[in-house]
């Protein structure tokens, strides 16, 4: 197809363009794992020479059976994240967000082994922790926090929704998005989360549904912004709502990088890969200009507004 280069200078010295049908700008996967036993430094390289360029590396909990039970052990842990986005970086020379934070599930899980109050103030003292290393600039944003996404008891249930209010009021005081893991129901689990964000103080928009479906429309995300899960049919729902966004989304894989479960999730290449094709489809429908700059909302306003700017 037939297009006219656009540029535009946009954030700090960097141009962003689509060109012969490409986006050359920017590629952010907002949500990936790198596990030092799995491909690690490798899969980052994957992703680089895909044409990726941002990373938002978050803390990989120790499932199953590495779990953290006192703070120290969850200090170590997250340093182990650290280092590997310091890796990263200087092997690959891509750039890389840390985001950390306690996992709902691992919390629900130590209440069955280390009791409901203990398992609970291992968790917010996780999240003040990482908050810790937010305020120092080492991480940019608090996650994944969240609630179990499978049926839990009543009383689990409660006490999730009452700790999640907690943490995002936390996150709301040291003015940190958060990414959030959730159960999958729908336009009903996000209208909740709303209402929880606006209970905590923290602004919808700054609270990231990870994991997200493709549907990026306002009455569906009752105004959380969207990490969207970028499978095969991501595209087809993003070109059916995208009009009817109101708040953010960005493109993510959710990697594991596990060695067991090779093809369980989707891999390091896939968001540059529907970066373009998203682009091709884009242009099937609109014009150039529109297109460039729907990608430039996607691939560098929205992240940076959330994660930190980027670097020229
Ligand atoms: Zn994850």
Redo the contacts with the bound molecule.
């Keep these: 197809m037939e297009t006219t280069p656009v540029r535009r200078e946009s954030i700090g010295l960097m141009i962003m363009t689509i060109t012969e049908g490409r986006w050359t700008g920017p590629i952010w996967d907002t949500?990936l794992?790198l596990d030092p036993n799995g491909r690690g430094v490798s899969a980052a390289k994957d992703f680089a020479n895909a044409g990726g360029t941002h990373l938002c590396l978050?803390h990989k909990p120790g499932f199953p059976s590495n779990l953290p039970e006192s703070i120290n052990a969850v200090k170590q842990a997250y340093i182990g994240t650290l280092e590997m986005a310091n890796a990263v970086r200087r092997e690959v020379g891509i750039d890389v967000r840390v985001i950390l934070g306690p996992h709902p599930v691992v919390w629900e899980k130590q209440i069955h082994t280390l009791g409901l109050e203990k398992s609970s103030q291992l968790h917010i003292d996780s999240v003040a922790l990482a908050l810790e290393y937010c305020a120092e600039g080492q991480a940019v944003a608090l996650g994944?926090v969240g609630r179990p996404h499978y049926p839990v008891s009543d009383e689990i249930w409660d006490a999730a929704n009452e700790q999640l209010e907690v943490v995002m009021h936390m996150a709301a005081q040291a003015d940190i998005p958060i990414q959030l893991?959730v159960e999958d129901n729908g336009a009903q689990t996000n209208a909740e989360l709303a209402a929880i964000c606006d209970r905590s103080g923290l602004m919808r928009k700054r609270a990231v549904h990870?994991?997200a479906t493709a549907n990026v429309g306002e009455s569906f995300t009752h105004g959380l912004s969207s990490s969207v899960s970028m499978g095969k049919d991501s595209l087809s729902t993003i070109m059916e709502t995208y009009r009817h966004c109101s708040s953010t989304w960005t493109m993510e894989t959710?990697y594991?990088d596990d060695l067991s479960r090779p093809g369980a999730v989707l891999g390091p290449k896939t968001v540059p890969k529907r970066t373009q094709a998203l682009v091709s489809n884009l242009l099937g429908t609109i014009d150039a200009e529109q297109t460039e700059d729907l990608l430039h909302h996607v691939q560098s306003i929205w992240p940076s507004a959330l994660y930190g700017e980027i670097d020229p």
């Design positions: 949500h794992h978050v994944e893991h990870h994991y959710d594991l």
